[in-house]
């Protein structure tokens, strides 16, 4: 089993990291959002002088159980067809990696289709799709630590590649369901108010949505009193395997060691914000490399977002998933990196400093 060790930023170069952008040619305070963007990169990387190298794109695939109660519009061949189509260059996910220079990465992590002859798919499928958590729970202990490792070592490779700044997408029809039920369970919200539209459903198939996704909720409640939790991470734990995708049990792997390696983390919409919550669930320390690209449309994502006191850097309405969020967001990370290293000071400039 894998574990973790996340420790806090260090913040001992706060007041040096305030005193430089203070110092910057510019009214204290006027660069805004950019502003506590560079502190926080400055203290995940420990330096006054950040830098962003090799970006990474994890695009993680897997299908869902849940997806044979009619959860979602879309059928489930979309995922592995959409899988192919990333690998011709096809999808939103490739017109941004193209834009902002991420390397990308396309993995199947459990689709319900026989990827193993596609050419530019890495193949870790775990099992063809999860169980059907409206009967039990969707994926087993094993399959749990499988998925968590293999998100892991997705992240080791990127790292050893000088990546420091990884962004993770997720390619799965029906995972709205696992993201609202972790938000109910970890939030404490009634499962009604994190339930959206999904990829389209009509407010029939809203409806209906609720009512499987309350039924599974109230089997799962029944199920975890009668197992006997030694600690509550092992309880959170089982919560996630309970529901989650292998695609999301990945990408919370992949967050987990990427913030053990102090990277930064770049969290896309609904889905993956749900996994940055169910990750800080096992390791809270995980939010301090963090950083939120995109509040869509979904209904509940700024309330499941404000569960973290997390502030997205862009609301678009977008509701597409794979990522695409968050690289979005890319530009506005590297601006706030380009403004603590490229801009003057004013003593170096000969300008009066004002306040």
Known sequence: MLSFNIPPVDL????????????????????????????????????????????????????????????????????????????HGGGGVNMFCRQHGFELHIVDMGVDHDLSAVEGIEHYKIAPGTANFLHGPAMSEEQYWQAIETGAALVDRCAEKGCNIICIGEMGIANTSPSSIWMSLFGKIPINECIGAGAGLNDEGINHKQRILQKAVERYLQESMTISFKEEQEKTRYTIRYFGGFEMVGAIGAMLCAAERQMLVMVDGFIMTACMLAASHLYPN????????????????QRMLSLMNAQPLLHLGLRLGEGTGALCAYPIIESAVRMINEMNNFDHANITKYF
């Not at 926080?40 to 044979?68: A, R, Y």
């Not at 995980?286 to 994502?301: K, Q």
């Open 12 to 87: 001992r170069l706060s007041e040096a990291i305030e005193q430089k952008i203070d110092n910057l040619n510019k009214p204290k305070g006027s660069l805004g959002r950019l502003e506590t963007l560079a502190r926080q990169i400055c203290l995940v990387q420990q330096t006054l002088s950040p830098t962003l190298s090799h970006p990474c794109h994890l695009l993680l695939g897997g299908d869902h159980g849940i997806e044979q109660e009619g959860v979602s519009v879309s059928p489930r061949e979309v995922t592995w067809q959409q899988m192919v189509n990333f690998t």
């Open 286 to 301: 995980v939010l301090d490399y963090a950083i939120f690209g995109h509040c869509g449309d979904e209904s509940g994502h």
